[in-house]
């Protein structure tokens, strides 16, 4: 009965949906529209859990394929009709036809996944989180979004974190879309704001000294030929070069040298760094390991983002100036170290969206994969305005007197807090 209740509404939001898709399509996730388009799909989760949520997908599913039938293929279809993503007037049947791959396929799409048309380990663990959870994911965005200190300008760019994603957008339009490699939960991407000011072409890498510490002291423990396999060099004072071979590695905890790795092709950055300066000394950067991206999980790097195609961003960013494609992809091979200012810096933003509903209509979630979205996770991952810079004092007259100091009369206001409202998860 609750199938026949929720036909109507389903249908009209799938009509809806695909309506709009080709005219919103190209305008960003994250952008001056997204609060609103995620509060319509908090409304129309609020109708699934009042009208009693999905049910659970049992294990055999994994194991249907195009043309399987019987009963675990009808159960699969109602959850994807009550989530939208399964038209109501295909409901009737057992078969797992083409109209069944498409609507798992609509739903990897909205989870981040690879849209392989059969449910996998992955997808079968998104199909089972409860509606009560992703109404949590859309009320944390809406929450984040009222608070957010980010302004959208002509041009930026956006890293989502929870969903490992990058978007170039200029005058409301993505212009570029690029899959990210970005933090572990142990070694997490931080939500900011900053500017891009350059992009570096085949960098050196200093390693940070947290990872020296918890990854390169180690590794030298265990193999003594570590620093020089990875083409890295120790350096002390005055960038004199220390031979590894001195370092006592096995009682040293506080390094008295940095470590740097020199470029090419196996560098950590890979060869294409894009500067943008914070006070949490991440960027993003190129990878070596180019097939960590044909992952759908992809949480594998030490804070920064790696950013699969990243030179074809970093041509974006340099519009306007000589450095197109071509000449990105000669310098780097000529070998060159080289440090190419953009002609205006582009602010970027790094969010932390687990649901939103997306420009072409379709309501998107990624893991929360940061446990952040809780009353106090919301506060920490929310953008914070920027602080203006202090204006300098105006000189004082050489022959005025200091004037005495105004009594206050009054305490000075304080800042109106942002309401946070969590939804319980059961």
Known sequence: MQCVRLRHSFAATIAFAAMLTASRAEEPGYGPKTYDRTLEALITHEDIANRGGWPKVPGAVTALKPDSQGPVVAQLKQRLMLSGDLPPDALPGDVYDATVVAAVKRFQTRHGLSDLGTVGRLTLKALNVPVEVRLNQLTATLERLKGNGFNFTERYVVVNIPGASVEAVENGTVQRRHLAIVGRPDRPSPVLQASITSVNLNPYW??????????????????????AKSNMKLLGAENREIDPASVNWASLTNPYFYVRQDPGPTNSLGQLKIDMPNGEAVYMHDTPKKTLFRNDVRFNSSGCARIEGVRDLAAWLLEGT???????????????????????SVPVAWVYMTGWQDAGGLVQFRDDI???????????????????????????AAAAPAAPPRATTAPLPLPRPVAITAVAVQ
Do not use: C
């Not at 000294?209 to 620093?227: E, L, N, T, Y």
């Not at 979205?373 to 919301?378: A, E, H, K, N, V």
């Open 370 to 396: 940061y446990a952040l979205d809780t009353p106090q996770g919301i506060v920490t991952s929310t953008i914070q305005p920027r602080k203006p810079r202090p204006k300098p004092a105006a000189p004082s």
């Open 322 to 344: 000589e450095w197109n494609l071509p000449a990105i992809e000669a310098e780097i091979a000529s070998g060159e170290r080289k440090n190419i200012a953009l002609k205006k």
């Open 206 to 227: 200093t390693v940070p000294m947290s990872i020296v510490k918890a990854d390169i002291i180690p590794h030298m423990r265990k193999d003594p030929g570590f620093i």
